[in-house]
């Protein structure tokens, strides 16, 4: 950087954007929010925001609810604006336009968009997946195509100014590559030392043939029933 | 299990309890809360909490509140406590002596007491791991001798009935661990195939080589002198 002023430096500052709405997998916003949080203590240049429609608490998955620190409104501009899974709440809000038009109009100030895990469901149902390669939760990776994306089975998936994470836990490694692509590789691996990100799965990968997706296709529309029921023409297109 | 009624179910689950206080690093917390949750999710017997002093928002180091669903009073007995890290705000909290009473008693109702990185510093200002092998995050590791513990650089290490992860995303592996032993590796390894826990750090493992821990010495002291001003002689301790 230059001898820029007080002034430039804020007008350089990129902010990544989390969006939170009720119900959502806490590790699909937490794991990358940890990492694009240290990433703007190590260096400057950087902010972190956690959007939502209200700033008050709002249930996840776990007994924890979280607070969000921005309204929509209220939020900077984002240099990217990530958006996070779930399970079922996550796939009732790709019914609820209210939402997903507050993605389309955020998308469109943001420099990338990007998901984790079932997150892409709403990228995608807010129409922002047309014909892009992007990637989901394994048990969901295939519904993308409904909606007009190339579902492609990579730990993420960059596509444009579009990266899509697979599910939940995955946002860590796409978080990772994306402070590589921002601040270089230096200091990506500082991120990860202070995160001391030195994954020991105590019982080694997932054995991806073992855990077949197809014996999961009855719990998929069941979920997809449960958070879809008023909403018949979207369940019947994901359903179908 | 037997036939068991509905009062001896009951009887019989397991909660897993996560300590909450205020500025702590939020995927100490939820790495390990999303794995027990989604065990609980998967099968009967097992359940989680937060628990904090009030039922309200509390910072984290990240844009986030974070909200307990118990206090210390309505919480069942644990069958594990878990304690998360953090930065300065941890280190403080070494001298919060309300706090480390919650945790002797919490501990004393718990079949387990667990930490994330530098959790195992309240849990050794707490008394409780004296004599213990235990570990924390990598730049406080030797800090914890200070307490009469055993340092050890594991990603978690187990003594007793006593179980402590390096930082902040090691609190992933241990808890799946410990899902293993509690409900066996086919349930962990269904744990991790739905959370898709298949981590692929962009940059490869960390290089501990280059990771000196020595250069980092006197970022230590300072947040230590930060955290504890108020505290003369803990300080002295930690610091001499």
Request: with cysteine; glycine share 8%.
């Amino acid at each position: 950087m230059t001898d820029s002023s007080a002034l430039r430096h804020e007008a350089t500052v990129r902010t990544i954007a989390f969006v939170q709405y009720p119900g959502l997998t806490p590790l699909d916003i937490v794991g990358p929010l940890q990492v694009f949080s240290m990433l703007s203590h190590l260096v400057p240049g950087y902010d972190t925001v956690v959007v939502g429609e209200r700033i008050e608490p709002m249930a996840t998955d776990t007994p924890l609810s979280l607070v969000p620190s921005h309204t929509f409104e209220t939020m900077p501009d984002p240099y990217a604006l990530i958006v996070p899974g779930g399970a079922v709440p996550t796939l009732a809000a790709m019914a609820d336009e209210k939402l997903l038009d507050r993605l389309r109009t955020a998308a469109v100030r943001s420099e990338i968009v990007g998901s984790v895990c079932t997150g892409s469901l709403l990228l995608a149902a807010a129409g922002l997946l047309e014909g892009r390669r992007a990637n989901s939760h394994w048990m969901y990776r295939s519904l993308l195509a409904r909606f007009g994306a190339i579902p492609v089975a990579e730990r993420w998936v960059q596509d444009g100014n579009v990266i899509t994470a697979a599910g939940v836990s995955a946002g860590i490694d796409m978080a990772l590559h994306l402070v590589g692509e921002l601040a270089g590789q230096d200091i990506a691996r500082k991120v990860q030392l202070f995160i001391e990100y030195d994954p020991k799965p105590p019982f080694g990968p997932i054995d991806w043939e073992a855990a077949d997706p197809g014996q999961y296709t009855s719990r998929r529309r069941e979920s997809l029933q449960q958070a879809l029921a008023n909403y018949p023409a979207l369940l019947e297109r994901l359903t179908s």
